[in-house]
């Protein structure tokens, strides 16, 4: 009898969950970047998950955005981080009209357009079909610490949880939930925006086998890393001060970049609204080597300290455009 239900248990699990179970039939836009590059043959990502529980992926959609959920007690869990929320610094949206490029001049356009911030960050969309996490400067200047996370997603989201979210790391039920929500967000056929000719290309495959000349082919069509270049503000002789910016501009920067922080309410005592006060205050340490000059405080950030953790990432070349720093100060100049 006990084995009756064992049996007969475990053939349901089977039906209902279909574990690592993967569709057949024609690629289409709705299919999901992991199935396709899995039915071509591709390696299995050490992340993955087949798990697309609803209730599993909206807890995992509330820790990202609002740093709790309801635990599976039942009961409220603890907030992530007491000073910040993922969504603080990540988008969990496309934020790149091109996929294949990081380029922040079309991602403010595209950010305007689709009412989204502009982050310091990357975004979650598609973070699970990355191969390679802190990438380039991130690597060269934390060394060891962000070595793990280079080819893991799991390290890069823990040390992200402590080291950058200035928080407690997730516990396992929570690191499912993200992951689960990850997932669900992955990229599908239909934002690599490919063509007809191309479907027909991807359903030429040879089922079974190894299709490494389109694995290598569909991946052309999006990043597997974010690039990362890191900048010392730019040399007092070179910065124009806002005499070629673009006012408009730079107030998006302002509005959808600095403000996404510094509002009033959000994570920094050090508010920024759109009056003149605040405004004037960044215009007239413009020129001094502070720590409120534009040119020092969006390449350089700023740290957490023991006794007050908020802290400011830096912007790198691939979030923040020295045209859209210029911008920016062009804005302030307007006050
Ligand atoms: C204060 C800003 C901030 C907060 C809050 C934050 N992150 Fe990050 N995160 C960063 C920065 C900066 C990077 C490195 C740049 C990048 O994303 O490419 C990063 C990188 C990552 C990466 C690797 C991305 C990549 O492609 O290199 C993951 C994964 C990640 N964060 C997860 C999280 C999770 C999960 C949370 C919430 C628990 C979180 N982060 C909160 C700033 C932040
Ligand atoms: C992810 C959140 C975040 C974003 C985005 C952000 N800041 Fe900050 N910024 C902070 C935090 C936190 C501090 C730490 C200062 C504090 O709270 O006292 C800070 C500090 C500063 C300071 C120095 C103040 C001081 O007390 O040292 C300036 C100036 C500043 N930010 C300007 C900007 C501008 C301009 C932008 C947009 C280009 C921007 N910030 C974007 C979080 C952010």
């Known amino acids: ?23 057949e039939g024609k690629f289409s ?22 798990e697309k529980d609803s209730v599993l992926i909206q807890q995992g959609y509330e820790i990202i955005t609002k740093g709790r959920t ?3 007690q039942g009961k409220k869990s603890s907030l992530q981080s007491k000073y910040f929320t993922c969504v603080d610094c990540h988008n969990v949206m496309i934020e790149d009209p091109d996929l294949r490029k990081s380029d922040p001049d079309a991602r403010l356009k595209y950010a305007a357009k689709n009412n989204i911030p502009f982050l310091s960050a990357t975004t979650f969309y598609g973070m699970v079909n990355r191969e390679h996490w802190y990438n380039q400067d991130y690597q060269k200047k934390y060394g060891d610490l962000v ?20 928080g407690r790391p997730f516990e ?9 929500y990850l997932y669900s967000i992955e990229y599908k056929l239909e934002d690599l925006k490919l063509t007809e000719v191309d479907y027909k290309k991807l359903n030429s495959f040879r089922k079974g086998e190894k ?84 040119y020092d405080i969006t390449r350089k950030g700023t740290y957490s300290l023991p006794g007050y953790r908020p802290y400011m990432p830096n912007y790198t070349l691939e979030r923040l455009s020295h045209q859209q720093l210029e911008d920016l100060a062009a804005y302030i100049n307007t006050f």
Not at 33 to 45: A, H, I, Q, S, Y
């Open 29 to 50: 836009e709705k299919s999901s970047l992991t199935e396709v590059l899995l039915r071509l043959g591709d390696k299995k990502p050490l992340h993955y998950t087949n």
């Open 147 to 166: 070595k793990p996370a280079k080819d893991t997603l799991v390290n890069a989201i823990h040390l992200c949880t402590v080291e950058c979210s200035q």
């Open 211 to 294: 299709n490494e000349e389109l694995i290598k082919w569909i991946k052309t069509f999006y990043l597997q890393y974010s690039p990362a270049t890191f900048l010392d503000p730019i040399k007092k002789e070179n910065r124009e001060y806002g005499k070629n910016g673009n006012p408009e501009n730079g107030k998006l920067v302002y509005e959808i970049s600095c403000m996404q922080c510094h509002a009033t309410g959000r994570v920094t005592n050090y508010t920024l609204d759109q009056n003149s006060i605040d405004l004037k205050h960044l215009k007239n340490n413009l020129k001094t080597k502070s720590y409120f000059s534009l």
């Open 1 to 23: 009898m006990k084995l009756f239900v064992l049996l007969f248990a475990s053939v349901l699990s089977g039906f209902f969950l279909m574990p690592d179970k993967i569709s």
């Open 70 to 72: 309801v635990n599976p």
């Open 172 to 180: 396992k039920w929570e690191l499912d939930a993200v992951m689960a």
